[in-house]
């Protein structure tokens, strides 16, 4: 499951030291939060589309 631990672990693999600033970066890119963005990947990956 993809949670906030997970976020946490990529914004430090991609050298961010601060969540805070990832997470502004992160949605400045993708217009929507690290936190949505998995909570959406969650709800993808339990109801697929056919």
Do not use: C, W, Y
């Amino acid at each position: 499951m993809v949670g906030i631990g997970v976020v946490t672990d990529v914004a430090f693999a991609f050298g961010f030291n601060d969540l805070s600033h990832f997470s502004r970066v992160f949605k400045k890119a993708f217009t929507v939060s690290p936190q949505r963005f998995a909570a959406d990947v969650r709800s993808r990956i339990s109801r697929p589309e056919h």
